[in-house]
């Protein structure tokens, strides 16, 4: 037996060491040959042990060839046969201590500069790799940063910022300025509203705004402290877009998220006018909600105001849009294969029956998507427009949710019905997910538990070009995320090892990592 085993077995090694081809195969089925010829003709002289070895030298072949069927297994930083490796990455340190540092993005205005979005109510510089000692914004006045996730959480600057000079910023404001939108919010509110402003770069130093001059876009009440979203950036269609959380407390207990009278829970669509004020695209999906509201020519009615369904389970609250869908109208792509389960959803555990309240139609016309927990970060893909979100989790997972470019939105991420995947509250056999858009990645608490969107890496490392690299605040793991021939694949690049608050783009689209704690660093290929 000792002869009938080993050799083999290095046949099998030999094979392996080949061209993952034709000559893969053709050696292996040599080296097995060669090296059962000999036990073989051993075994005619053996009847006694004849049957028993003549088995171990059937499954000995039979277990290698399944295994030459089989992918090849790499090392932990490579992928399978055909398909790039991941690459190894490192992070480097860039110039300066931040306090609390929670962004970082660029002005597009070709001086090359990076900004730093400090929680407190500051913007600090990065210039040709120094930090400037004098901040760019200072709003620490208005800024409420009390608690946990509340502070300066955006800063945008539009297209047209090298000539006018105009940027935006999302914060949660001291005093809570905007009144409850539905009846069964707390009133006074125990949040900290989201405010979204319009600042101005002094006439003259281009390294210093002018925090003086404060122009309100709008505000959103936020009913708790928590889940208060606050990202803020301007789409390949030059629109600005801004997250905003499902208004916190935990579980969605205002069921926010899937109701279209609320701008919680939601990503908000707008067009910043010149006079600091907003309006609503044309091409909003729910811009043209109204029964009987005809859109002009060029847009769909792409939703009507309806009776709730009888199946699901927020059948109390009004009002309720059901999204209709244009004809012939594609499907990406790229959107994973996804069941609804058909069963309607039990009565939520905690019921809550609200009356209608003041409600803005604005607000519902604003929205570009819903059924979102807490879309801390997300971004456009710079060379393709797609769009990306990491949402936050509540108990149990943690999602990516994407959007390819050219969709209309309207989508429904599925918050509180669904969390990830799964019907939510965890343990509940079915719920009514029909018309719901599932993410394209999720991993559960044992890997990380508070997800940090990222960006699709456009900038001068080859190796990093089309991945989408994101990470976890608990874990501090940077993962990375990519299509290959039509399925999502995912790998941990590197445990940071500090809680990662966001990550950032500079100019020519190399990527930055913002430690919580302080720092902000550079991702870097591995020596």
Same mark, same amino acid.
Request: charged fraction near 15%; include cysteine; glycine fraction near 12%.
């Given at each position: 037996s000792?002869?009938i085993?080993?050799?083999?077995l290095?046949? /099998?090694?030999s094979?392996?060491r080949a061209?993952?081809s034709?000559e893969?195969a053709?050696?292996l ?10 036990? &073989? ?5 053996q009847?006694?042990l004849r049957?028993t070895r003549l088995i171990?030298?059937?499954?000995l072949v039979g277990?290698? /060839?399944?295994g030459?069927?089989l992918?090849?297994q790499q090392?932990a930083?490579q ?5 790039p490796?991941w690459?190894?990455?490192a ?5 300066g ?5 929670v962004y /970082?993005t660029h002005?597009g205005?070709?001086t090359?500069?990076?900004?730093v979005v400090?929680?407190?109510?500051r913007?600090?510089?990065i210039e040709n790799?120094v ?5 760019f914004?200072?709003i620490?006045?208005r800024?409420n940063?009390?608690c946990?996730?509340c502070?300066?959480?955006g ?5 047209t910022y %090298? ?6 910023v999302s914060y ?8 409850p939108l539905?009846s069964?919010?707390?009133s ?6 989201n405010?979204l402003?319009?600042y ?9 705004a002018?925090s003086s001059?404060?122009?309100?876009i709008l505000?959103?009440?936020q ?7 606050g990202?803020i /950036? ?6 600005l877009?801004?997250?905003v959380g499902?208004g916190?407390?935990g579980?969605?207990?205002?069921k926010?998220a899937?109701? &279209?009278?609320s701008? &919680?829970?939601?990503i908000?669509r707008?067009?910043v006018?010149?006079?600091?004020t907003y309006?609503?695209?044309?091409d ?6 109204? %029964?009987?509201?005809?859109?002009p020519a060029?847009?769909?009615a792409s939703?009507v ?5 009888p199946?699901?389970?927020?059948s109390?609250?009004?009002p309720?849009?059901e999204r ?6 594609p499907t ?7 069941t609804?389960?058909?069963t ?5 555990t %905690?019921?809550?029956t609200?009356?209608?309240g003041p409600?803005p139609?604005?607000m ?7 059924? &979102?927990r807490?879309?801390?970060?997300f971004?456009f893909d710079s060379a393709t427009?797609d769009?990306?979100i990491g ?5 149990n997972?943690?999602e990516?949710?994407?959007v390819p470019a050219?969709?209309q939105?309207g989508?429904n991420y599925?918050?509180s019905v669904?969390e990830g ?7 509940t056999?079915?719920c009514n997910s029909?018309g719901m858009?599932?993410?394209i990645?999720e991993?559960?608490h044992?890997v990380?538990q ?5 960006y699709?890496?456009r ?9 989408y690299i994101f990470g ?7 993962f990375a995320l990519?299509?290959?021939a039509?399925?999502?694949q995912?790998?941990?690049?590197l445990?940071?090892g ?13 990527l930055?990592v ?7 660093k ?6």
């Open positions: 000792d002869r085993c080993p050799a083999p290095c046949a /099998l090694v094979a392996r061209t993952r034709n893969r053709a050696a089925i040599e080296g097995v040959y060669m090296s059962l010829h000999t036990p &073989l003709t051993q075994l005619q002289a009847p006694a049957a171990l030298v059937v499954a277990v290698l /060839l399944v030459s069927a992918p090849v090392a930083a992928s399978p046969a055909g398909i490796a690459p190894a990455i992070l480097q340190d860039v110039d201590a931040y306090s609390t540092p /970082l002005a205005d070709g090359n500069r990076l900004f400090e929680k407190a109510g913007v600090m510089i790799g930090k400037r000692t004098t901040p914004l200072d620490v006045t800024v940063s009390s946990s996730e502070g300066l959480l800063l945008a600057f539009p297209p %090298a000539t006018d000079g105009y940027f935006f949660t404001a001291k005093g809570n300025p905007a009144p539905l069964n919010e707390p006074p509110s125990t949040g900290n509203d405010v402003a319009r101005r770069v002094s006439s003259g130093d281009a390294n210093v002018d001059n404060e122009e309100i505000t959103i009440n009913p708790y402290t928590n889940h208060n979203g990202n /950036l301007f789409g390949p269609d030059d629109l877009y801004m997250g499902d916190g407390s579980g969605d207990p205002l926010t899937q109701n &279209l009278a701008p &919680l829970g939601k908000l707008v067009e006018g010149a006079t600091g309006t609503i695209p044309v909003n999906p729910f811009a043209h909600s109204a %029964a009987g509201e005809t859109a060029g847009v769909r939703a105001m309806t009776t709730p369904e199946s699901t389970s927020y109390n609250f009004l309720y849009i209709v869908e244009p004809t012939a109208t990406p792509t790229l959107t994973p294969t996804f609804p389960t058909p309607p959803s039990p009565t939520p %905690a019921t809550v609200p009356t209608p409600t139609p604005a519902t016309a604003a929205i570009w998507a819903y059924g &979102l807490n879309p801390w970060r971004s427009g769009l990306w949402d936050v989790g509540q108990g997972w943690e990516v949710d994407y050219g969709d939105g989508e599925g918050w669904l995947t799964h019907c939510y509250p965890i343990g056999s079915s029909a858009t599932p993410p990645h991993y559960d044992g990380g508070s997800i940090t969107g990222g699709v890496y900038g001068p490392i080859a190796a990093l070009q089309g991945i976890d605040f608990s874990a501090g793991t940077i990519r299509n290959d039509g399925t999502w995912n790998t941990t690049l445990n940071a500090f809680g990662i608050a966001s990550f950032g783009q500079g100019p020519d689209g190399a930055y913002v430690d919580y704690g302080g720092a902000i550079k991702i870097v290929l591995a020596p």
